[in-house]
């Protein structure tokens, strides 16, 4: 039978160890973390091959009186917490008492570190636990701590490190997180010799997130600031169209402390659905404040897992938070004209100019033989439009009906020169809702439309671009989610549909759903199924089209139920809506424009395309040189 042993200190200490100090990156972070709740300001850290030779911290913070230095470096031994109630109520970073313990148990380590109150700082040395050196020194206040030589008592563990570039990267994304949490502290970081990132501490998250993820992210960012039900959602996310392809941009800081939380991540994720392209990420910094005593950040040594008491509150918070920056704070995206580089003559006098004409070789004019312009054969203004089955033109559809005034019709309202219309014509051309919401709002004037599919439009020092499905497919969807009634039509002749795999399963698990929202649906087997009924306000030409479209958007997302309702009204509404190419009215564009340039909520079509690009005129005159 095996004999018990009690494994003497210095290899219990080493076990131990393993759990705090994976890699260097882990005593940047325990030492970072100590120098943060020390009340520093500045934090410098600087590594040497990945942080396996060499590391140093130094901060400005509240050092560590001579006496306490040794029992700083024993296991358990912290000034964080004294009795079993405080671990309820963690506000510091560090609280468990074993990180300088850990290091110095698989390193080399060396502190210099000194309190206002002390004429005289502490030079300490221990190495693999076992102290070395003790004794007084001149040094400024705070502490530096320097862990060399990792691993070079557990030659195993050293095998499990990662090449010196790997590591040295790991540590950087530690300080990156630690930046972005605490803007008030100003960061710098050295890795062999090189300064790769510094903060400026000026207290702003978006100059540490400047510093931290650069100028283009930066640029993309709008603030986010909401207190609901206890919870304080604070921080910066990136505008819908500005979604990444991937996660990396993501942080998300509990009570100050980096953490990995699903339920905040998916929150914030939720409030972008509808708004950012289906399969990109939203860039996110974003600081969360809740009660202590509702988390527990005690589930992980790494401490990076945390455990909510009220998941939904979390939730629900972070997700109106986000939802209302992105409602507030998105503008649209820009159409960025940069100035011509050949505006010569702009920085010549007029006489430098002549002077230039004069130089140029004068071209011999030849008689030019006379061209006989025939007049263009005149097309009619309305082409013909594409009509529904029950044969009402598009733009009679009750969402687009204009209000035309009885002496007109809508091809002579087509055919009236674009012109600013004043405030009485608008009550009189437009539908009485829009004038009620948005006569308080800036002025809209009509441009024209370009191709029959892109709409321009000025409002206030902008010419705004409108994709016109895409903006008519955003504002139908907006209605059918807040209406939630849909009318059904019945097929007169039922159409058999043949899906795929996926897509046919998709279907025939949401046929009573479907049926909800005006589609009547049997499965009919063999991947096929028979539609007896859609939605009113679609062409019923196109039931074979629509249940396709339906089927394609179920089956590329979740099991979520909102989820699915939210397919069926995409699909609903991008093939109800108008289609780019077809021909509109100028009151139909005028009052798209009005609705998507008064209403945030129109800034994206259910898939995350734009609906409308801005040029603004300020560019505008930069580009043509009236500024510079
Ligand atoms: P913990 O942070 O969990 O308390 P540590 O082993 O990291 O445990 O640190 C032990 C103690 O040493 C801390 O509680 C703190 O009092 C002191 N200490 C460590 N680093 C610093 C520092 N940079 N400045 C001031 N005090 C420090
Ligand atoms: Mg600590």
Do not use: W
Request: with cysteine.
């Amino acid at each position: 039978m095996p004999k018990i042993n009690v494994l003497p200190k210095s290899i219990a200490e080493l076990i131990a160890a393993g759990e705090v100090v994976e890699r260097p990156a882990s005593i940047v972070k325990e030492a970072v973390e100590n120098s943060i709740d020390a009340g520093a300001t500045h934090i410098t850290v600087e590594i040497q091959r990945g942080g396996i030779t060499y590391i140093r911290i130094t901060d400005n913070g509240c050092g560590i009186a001579g006496e306490d230095v040794p029992k700083a470096f024993l296991r358990h031994a912290t000034s964080k917490i004294k009795q079993a109630i405080d671990l309820d109520s963690i506000s510091t970073l560090g609280f468990r008492g074993e990180a300088l313990a850990a290091t110095s148990a698989v390193s080399r380590v060396e502190m210099f570190t000194k309190t206002a109150d002390e004429d005289f700082g502490t030079h300490y040395k221990i190495e693999g636990g076992e102290e070395v050196l003790y004794e007084e020194v001149g040094c400024p206040d705070g502490t530096t701590l320097i862990v060399r030589d990792l691993f070079y008592n557990t030659p195993a563990r050293m095998k499990f490190l990662k090449k010196d570039v790997s590591e040295g990267t790991t540590v950087s994304a530690i300080i990156e997180r630690q930046a972005l949490s605490h803007p008030e502290i100003a960061f710098k970081l050295i890795r062999d010799g090189k300064q790769t990132l510094s903060t400026s501490g000026d207290g702003k998250l978006a100059s540490a997130v400047y510093s931290v993820l650069g100028r283009e992210i930066s640029n993309t960012l709008i603030p986010v600031d909401l207190a609901f039900d206890g919870v304080k959602v604070k921080g910066l996310v990136c505008k819908p169209v500005a979604c990444r392809a991937s996660r990396a941009y993501q942080f998300t800081f509990l009570n100050g402390r980096y953490v990995q939380s699903g339920t905040i991540t998916a929150a914030t994720e939720q409030a972008y659905k509808n708004s950012a392209m289906v399969g990109k990420f939203p860039v996110f910094v974003l600081s969360v404040e809740i009660p202590f005593e509702t988390v527990d950040v005690n589930v992980h040594p790494a401490k990076t897992q945390v455990r909510f008491s009220d998941e939904k509150r979390v939730f629900t918070a972070v997700y109106n938070a986000v939802k209302n920056a992105i409602l507030t704070g998105d503008t649209r995206p820009e159409i960025s004209v940069t100035q011509p580089k050949h505006n010569t003559f702009l920085h010549m006098t007029t006489e430098q100019y002549r002077q230039t004409a004069v130089s140029l070789p004068v071209q011999e004019t030849k008689p030019q033989p006379k061209v006989e312009i025939k007049p263009e054969p005149t097309k009619p203004i309305a082409e013909p439009v594409r009509l529904k089955a029950d044969n009402t033109p598009f733009f009679l559809r009750e969402e687009f009906k204009p209000n035309v005034p009885e002496n007109k019709t809508v091809v002579d309202i087509a055919k009236e020169p674009v012109k600013e219309i004043s405030a009485e014509e608008k009550t009189e051309y437009m539908p009485q809702q829009v004038e009620k919401e948005y006569s308080p709002k800036e002025e809209i004037k009509l441009i024209g439309e370009a191709f029959n599919t892109y709409i321009a439009a000025q409002k206030g020092e902008s010419i705004f671009l409108i994709d016109k499905h895409a903006a008519h497919e955003r504002i139908l969807f907006n209605k059918l989610k807040s209406d939630h009634i849909i009318e059904s039509q019945a097929l007169l002749i039922p159409a058999s549909v043949k899906l795929i795999g996926d897509e046919y399963s998709a279907v025939v698990n949401n046929l009573d759903l479907l049926a909800e929202y005006g589609f009547e649906v049997e499965d009919f087997g063999n991947e096929s199924v028979m539609v007896r009924a859609i939605p009113a306000m679609l062409d019923k030409q196109d039931a074979e089209g629509i249940i396709i479209e339906a089927a394609k958007n179920l089956a590329e997302k979740g099991n979520v139920s909102l989820e699915r309702i939210d397919d069926i009204l995409h699909s609903v509404a991008c093939k109800a809506a108008i289609k780019a190419g077809y021909i509109t009215s100028d009151t139909e564009r005028l009052n798209l424009a009005i609705k998507v340039l008064n209403d945030n909520e129109v800034m994206y079509c259910p898939h995350g395309r734009p609906v409308a690009f801005e040029i603004k005129k300020y560019n505008l005159e930069k580009y043509f040189g009236r500024i510079q």
